[in-house]
């Protein structure tokens, strides 16, 4: 029974889940003048449209800036067409003020995010741009989890000083006395000394002790973990943004040999960035196969533990990736996310990793693509 449990738990969040990814909840809250007696039905829904645009706007601004940069770009299309965007509205308050002429509402959406991305899409640079002309992209990203941690014991210096200082004074002191006499034949002879002594010592000791504790951070070693279906996850999502995308062990033939991918991965095997060496190699790499935008970056697995609400593994995706311009004589930064953090759920280790992973690499690659969207990338 724990066991169908947990699975039934697990299909449910699956469920809602992807519900939730295409439909989002939003609130929003307008206010509206009016010149008569009291509002009247034009003015009721001129506040209600409002009202649904301050949810959307609420709903990008939680998305974060990029996102929130492309709602002027659907901003007319959803007035334009609100039923298209937005699925359902209830309204939770609404207040006719007489005294200041004014009639203000409170409202709950749903908005559908599937048609929303697709009216942004739609609006970009690249998605405008003929096939042909296109801007072709390659992307590596790198799945890892910690494989071993190298710590060391701090190392302790001690030192002490000490010092004593001696004082010692002393003196002596004798006396005595002879005598003889002499009467007739014999001779008497007699002496009395006496003698004194004393001495004296002051020792002071003085202990200074000090010293000095060495630590060093500990070295960790990463192991790569297959991500063929990561791969299909960051192709879809750059390629509805309107992008030619390669993966990178695609383009590495076409490179001249300056760009591998192996030294890519042995770079983030042992650290949480690429050698000078190895980005330069990229950029000539990708310049010699005429792409001109790369996007590569991190997914690092942490470790597992229970979810206490559901009983279910959970495990955690700490997200880095950035997108280069390489046809620059300096190779721009055109778009970046992370660090940020994705959790994901199973009824095993395995399955709650895979779920970490697809999410993390469909916010990044999302977040991306809504970056260079707003630069105008074609």
């Known amino acids: 029974m724990p066991v169908i449990r947990k699975l039934f738990l697990l299909l449910l969040m699956a469920i809602a889940s992807v519900a939730m990814a295409q439909v989002q909840q939003g609130r929003g809250k307008a206010t509206v003048s009016y010149s008569g007696k009291s509002a009247t039905p034009d003015i009721k829904a001129k506040a209600n449209l409002a009202a649904q645009l301050k949810a959307v706007e609420f709903y990008y601004a939680e998305a974060g800036e990029s996102e929130a940069a492309n709602f002027d770009a659907v901003r007319d299309k959803i ?4 039923d298209r965007y937005i699925l359902e509205t209830t309204v939770l308050a609404e207040e006719d003020s007489a005294d200041k002429k004014q009639y203000t509402v409170t409202v709950r959406v749903s908005l559908n995010v599937a048609n929303l991305r697709n009216a942004v899409k739609a609006n ?3 998605a405008k741009t003929g096939r042909a002309d296109k801007s072709p992209l390659t992307f590596l990203f790198i799945s890892r989890q910690v494989d071993s941690v190298k710590a060391y014991d701090a190392r302790v210096f001690k030192r002490v000083d000490e010092s004593v200082k001696v004082n010692a004074s002393g003196s002596t002191s004798k006396t005595g006395v002879e005598g003889e006499s002499v009467s007739r034949s014999q001779v008497k002879t007699n002496s009395a000394t006496t003698a004194q002594e004393s001495a004296g010592v002051n ?3 003085t202990v200074e002790t000090g010293g000095s504790t060495v630590r060093r951070s500990s070295e960790s070693t ?3 973990i297959p991500s063929a279906n990561l791969n299909q996850v960051f192709t879809s999502t750059f390629a509805r943004a309107g992008f030619k995308v390669s993966e990178a062990a695609l383009v590495e033939p076409y490179t001249g040999g300056q760009f591998k991918v192996s030294m890519v991965e042995d770079d ?4 949480n960035d690429m ?6 190699s990229v950029v000539r790499g990708m310049r010699t196969a005429q792409i001109p935008y790369v996007a590569v970056g991190t997914l690092d697995v942490g470790m597992a533990d229970q979810d206490p609400s559901t009983g279910l593994v959970r495990v955690s995706v700490t997200v880095n990736a950035k997108i280069y311009d390489v046809t620059q004589t300096i190779p721009d930064t055109i778009a970046s996310v992370g660090p940020v953090q994705y959790a994901g759920m199973g009824p095993t280790e395995d399955e ?3 779920n970490a992973l697809k999410l993390a690499a469909n916010n990044a690659a999302r977040e991306l ?5 707003n630069i105008g990338v074609r």
């Open 79 to 82: 007035i334009a067409d609100p």
């Open 352 to 354: 709650a990793r895979t």
């Open 275 to 280: 050698k000078s060496g190895t980005l330069q």
């Open 222 to 224: 990463w192991r790569l």
């Open 268 to 271: 983030y095997k042992s650290g």
């Open 369 to 373: 693509t809504s970056q260079v969207t």
């Open 124 to 126: 970009s640079a690249v």
């Open 203 to 205: 020792r002071t000791r």
